[in-house]
């Protein structure tokens, strides 16, 4: 059965640093993993999508990997900012197209 | 081009009682999931269709049903509601040909039963 978590739950850093999110998942058969913000009460928006043969993809402040064999996938984000406050979650695709998601990181960028 | 759109976006339901969700996924989608996440939690799947099927289904009870009709919307029912049924609904379009799977999601209904 595969899950996903998501470590740490939460994370408050200042304005400016650079951070990284990790996932895991414990079985490496999947699709593709994709990487989503949320913010409160909204619904969930696509970041980085990785598909299962690529190491990693980037967009912009954001660069995400994918490690197949190891499990784990980290989500980089440069120069943080405020906007950049938001729930991230991660979810594997698995071959008949269900995600499984994590439970998410909470993140906080101080001004 | 409109996106996922769902409705209501607030519902508030008692023990007991049915409710519907509806769903209009994304301009040229073919394919909606259904996915429910609690406080704190992830999106835990609850069913796909496409063609008008249920062509997956996630680990809910049968009080959890759905339907899609010729114009790809959709609509998940919920009978017999539980204090525990109390989530976020998000519906997600994709499309069936694109094989990234790459779905769109909408904002969400907040269902609270008391």
Same mark, same amino acid.
């Given at each position: 059965?595969?899950?996903?978590?998501?470590?740490?739950?939460?994370?408050?850093?200042?304005?400016?640093?650079?951070?990284?999110?990790?996932?895991?998942?414990? #079985?490496?058969?999947?699709?593709?993993?994709?990487?989503?913000?949320?913010?409160?009460?909204?619904?969930?928006?696509?970041?980085?999508?990785?598909? +299962?043969?690529?190491?990693?993809? %980037?967009? /912009?402040?954001?660069?995400?990997?994918? #490690?197949?064999? +190891?499990?784990?996938?980290?989500?980089?984000?440069?120069?943080?900012?405020? /906007? #950049?406050?938001? %729930?991230?979650?991660?979810?594997?695709?698995?071959?008949?197209?269900?995600?499984?998601?994590?439970?998410? %990181?909470?993140?906080?960028?101080?001004? | 081009?409109?996106? $996922?759109?769902?409705? @209501?976006?607030?519902?508030?339901?008692?023990?007991?009682?049915? $409710?519907?969700?509806?769903?209009? @996924?994304?301009?040229?989608?073919?394919? $909606?999931?259904?996915?429910?996440?609690?406080?704190?939690?992830? @999106?835990? !799947?609850? !069913?796909?269709?496409?063609?008008?099927?249920?062509?997956?289904?996630?680990?809910? @009870?049968?009080? !959890?049903?759905?339907?899609? !009709?010729?114009?790809?919307?959709?609509?998940?029912?919920?009978?017999? =509601?539980? =204090?525990?049924?109390?989530?976020?609904?998000?519906?997600?379009?994709?499309?069936? *040909?694109?094989?990234?799977? *790459?779905?769109?999601?909408?904002?969400?209904?907040? =269902?609270? $039963?008391?």
């Amino acid at each position: 059965k595969q899950e996903v978590t998501q470590i740490p739950a939460a994370l408050s850093v200042p304005e400016g640093e650079n951070l990284v999110l990790n996932c895991s998942f414990t #079985d490496s058969a999947i699709y593709n993993l994709q990487w989503f913000r949320q913010d409160p009460g909204k619904g969930l928006t696509s970041l980085l999508l990785i598909q +299962s043969s690529q190491r990693e993809q %980037t967009s /912009g402040r954001l660069n995400a990997s994918l #490690d197949k064999s +190891s499990g784990r996938s980290t989500l980089y984000i440069a120069a943080s900012q405020p /906007g #950049d406050s938001a %729930t991230y979650l991660c979810a594997v695709r698995r071959s008949n197209y269900q995600l499984i998601w994590g439970a998410g %990181t909470k993140l906080i960028i101080k001004p | 081009d409109a996106g $996922v759109t769902q409705s @209501p976006t607030h519902l508030i339901k008692t023990r007991g009682q049915q $409710v519907t969700l509806r769903c209009s @996924p994304k301009s040229g989608h073919d394919t $909606v999931s259904w996915y429910q996440q609690a406080l704190g939690q992830g @999106p835990q !799947f609850i !069913f796909q269709y496409y063609e008008e099927e249920e062509r997956q289904r996630g680990n809910f @009870p049968d009080r !959890f049903s759905g339907h899609q !009709f010729p114009n790809y919307s959709s609509e998940l029912n919920v009978n017999a =509601l539980l =204090l525990g049924d109390s989530a976020l609904y998000l519906c997600a379009s994709s499309l069936v *040909t694109n094989h990234r799977g *790459t779905q769109y999601f909408g904002p969400g209904t907040r =269902l609270t $039963v008391l």
